[in-house]
C-alpha cells in the first residue's frame, strides 16, 4: 500500500488504516498515559507484527494509542507501520482518547495508572460550575473502567483546592454586590449553598463579632470553641455546601487601614504626586477615597461609586473590604466585568440601601470635561450650566432619599469632590460648583474637605493671562460630605 503523508493526516478513524513511516510518529510521554512499560509485550508483538491492529494517531501524527506495536516495528527496523487517524481538537482530548484506548484492552493501565491520569485529567479541567464537575467525574468513570466512587476519592484533594478557590470566587463576586443568585449561577453551587456562606459573614458584620487585628490569623466568628479545634468545618465535607471564609492576618489589618495608611487628621488633603494607577481621564485619586471609607465606612458596608472611571474606588475597596456597587456611563474596556454600564440620568444602581454606608460622586466637573468623554447631550459635561445643576443635585438627592427610606441603623454619606470651573468657562468666569450644590441640597454637612490641585496644571501661557488680567488661577478642589441619617 503506497504512502500519502497527507491522506494520513486527513483519514478519519473509520475509513480504515494506511501506513505511514515509523520514524514520523510524534511520541508525547506528556499525552500517553503510561507509567510503566512491558519489554515482554514489546517482544511478543514483535513475533506476530502482521497480525497486529495499526496504531492510531491525531492529524498532527502524536500518538493516541499503540506504544508496544509501534516500539515493535521500531525493534525490527520496519519503515511503515499501518496507522488510524482521529482528529482531535486539543491536547486534553489526546490524552483522554489515549486513556479510554489502554483502560480496555491490550497491556491495560494499572489501578495506579488510573488514578494518576484521572487526577491529571481532572486538574487541566477549566470547569465553569459544580455540575460540570460532578459530569466530568462519571465520565472519567467510564473512561477509567471504575465506579464513581472510586473517581470521588480520587479527585477530592483537587476538590478541596477548587472549592477554596470557588469560596474566593464567591466573596469576590459578594463584595462586588452581586446577587446570591447571579453568584450561584457563576459557582454552580446552589443558592441555599452560597446563602448559607453569605450569612456568616453579614451575621459577623452586623454583630461586629469578628476581630480585624494585625494579631489575628483569621476572619472568624467569636465562640466558645477550644483553640485547637479543627479547622475544617461541617460544610467543608458536605459536596452541597461552600465550608467557610477565612482571611489572612493582611487581609484583616488592611481592612481595619493596620497597613500602609496615615490616618487623616486635618480636613486640607494635599499631595504633590498622584497615586499610579489607570491614567483614565478624570479618574478618582486613591488616597482621597482610602481617607473616606477610613472616616464614613466599616468592613462590608457598601460603597456605591457611579461615575467609576478608571476603577480606583474598586481597587481600594478590594483592598479595604469594602464592598462596591461601580458603575459608569461608558465603562472602559479593560473594567468591563468589574464597572457596570449605567447613565444615572436614566436610573438609580440597583443595590440593597441599607447596607450603603457612603456614596462616592466624582462626576464630570462640567465644562472641564466637556466632549472628554462624549459628544451626548446627556453627558454632564456637555450640559448647559444650568442644567448640570438641575441634574446634579437631583442624583445627590435622588442617592439621600434612598438611603433615607432604608432605615439604616447608622448614619450613612454620600461625599461629592468637585472642582471650580474657570479656565474652560465662558469668559474665564470663575464657577464655585461645590456652593452651588450646596444651596440646591439642603442636607447637612458632616464636612468640607480642601484637595488642592498642585500648581503644575497651568502652563506659561495661562500664568500670563492671569498676570495681564489681574486674575488668580484655581487650585481648589474640595469634597463635600453630607450626612443622611
Known amino acids: 500500500m503506497p504512502y500519502d503523508a497527507e491522506q494520513a493526516v486527513e483519514t478519519e478513524q473509520d475509513t480504515g488504516p494506511v501506513l505511514m513511516p515509523v520514524a514520523d510518529i510524534v511520541f508525547r510521554d506528556d499525552l500517553y498515559p503510561r507509567i510503566d512499560t512491558s519489554a515482554f509485550k514489546v517482544q511478543e508483538y514483535s513475533n506476530d507484527i502482521g497480525k497486529m491492529p495499526p496504531i492510531e494517531i491525531n492529524q498532527h501524527r502524536i500518538l493516541i494509542d499503540g506504544w508496544h506495536r509501534w516500539t515493535a516495528h521500531k525493534k525490527l527496523g520496519l519503515e511503515a507501520i499501518p496507522i488510524i487517524t482521529t482528529v482531535t481538537d486539543s491536547e486534553v482530548q489526546v490524552l483522554e482518547l489515549s486513556i479510554r484506548r489502554n483502560a480496555k484492552h491490550g497491556h491495560q493501565l494499572s489501578l495506579a495508572d488510573k488514578k494518576k491520569q484521572t487526577v491529571r485529567i481532572y486538574g487541566m479541567f477549566s470547569f465553569e460550575n459544580q455540575k460540570q464537575r460532578e459530569a466530568k467525574k462519571v465520565e472519567l468513570a467510564d473512561m477509567m473502567s471504575v465506579n464513581l466512587r472510586t473517581i470521588q476519592g480520587w479527585t477530592e484533594r483537587t476538590d478541596k483546592d477548587v472549592k477554596e478557590e470557588l469560596r474566593k470566587q464567591t466573596f469576590d463576586l459578594w ?142 475597596c478590594k483592598k479595604r473590604l469594602r464592598r462596591y456597587w461601580a458603575s459608569d456611563r461608558l465603562p472602559i474596556v479593560e473594567r468591563e466585568k468589574d464597572i457596570r454600564k449605567l447613565d444615572l440620568t436614566e436610573g438609580m444602581p440597583s443595590v440593597r440601601w441599607k447596607d450603603v454606608g457612603l456614596v462616592y460622586l466624582d462626576p464630570p466637573y462640567w465644562r472641564q470635561a466637556e466632549n472628554e468623554y462624549s459628544e451626548d447631550q446627556s453627558d454632564l459635561g456637555n450640559m448647559e450650566l444650568e442644567r448640570f445643576n438641575d441634574v446634579l443635585s437631583g442624583i445627590v438627592k435622588e442617592f439621600a432619599n434612598r438611603m433615607a427610606k432604608a432605615k439604616r441603623d447608622k448614619p450613612s454619606y454620600i461625599a461629592l469632590i468637585i472642582q471650580p470651573t474657570q479656565w474652560k468657562a465662558p469668559d474665564r468666569q470663575y464657577t464655585d460648583h461645590i456652593a452651588d450644590m450646596i444651596k440646591a441640597v439642603k442636607l447637612p454637612i458632616d464636612m468640607r474637605i480642601s484637595v488642592p490641585y498642585e500648581s503644575q496644571q497651568y502652563n506659561a501661557q495661562m500664568v500670563e493671562w492671569a498676570k495681564e488680567n489681574k486674575k488668580v488661577l484655581v487650585l481648589s478642589r474640595e469634597i463635600v460630605v453630607w450626612k443622611v441619617a
Open 175 to 316: 463584595l462586588s454586590c452581586h446577587t446570591q443568585d447571579e453568584i450561584s449561577k457563576v459557582v454552580g453551587y446552589s443558592q441555599r449553598a452560597v446563602s448559607d456562606l453569605l450569612d456568616k459573614i453579614a451575621s459577623f458584620s452586623a454583630e461586629r463579632k469578628f476581630s480585624f487585628s494585625a494579631k489575628d490569623d483569621d476572619f472568624h466568628q467569636e465562640t466558645d470553641e477550644p483553640e485547637d479545634a479543627p479547622e475544617d468545618t461541617p460544610e467543608d465535607d458536605d459536596e452541597r455546601g461552600l465550608g467557610t471564609i477565612k482571611l489572612t492576618k493582611e487581609q484583616l489589618a488592611n481592612a481595619d487601614h493596620a497597613i500602609d495608611f496615615e490616618a487623616p487628621i486635618y480636613n486640607i488633603w494635599k499631595q504633590q504626586t498622584k497615586t499610579s494607577g489607570s491614567s483614565h481621564f478624570g479618574n478618582s485619586e486613591v488616597r482621597w477615597v482610602d481617607n473616606l471609607l477610613y472616616l464614613y465606612t466599616k468592613p462590608f458596608d457598601v460603597v456605591v461609586d457611579p461615575f467609576a472611571g478608571g476603577g480606583s474606588t474598586i481597587d481600594i
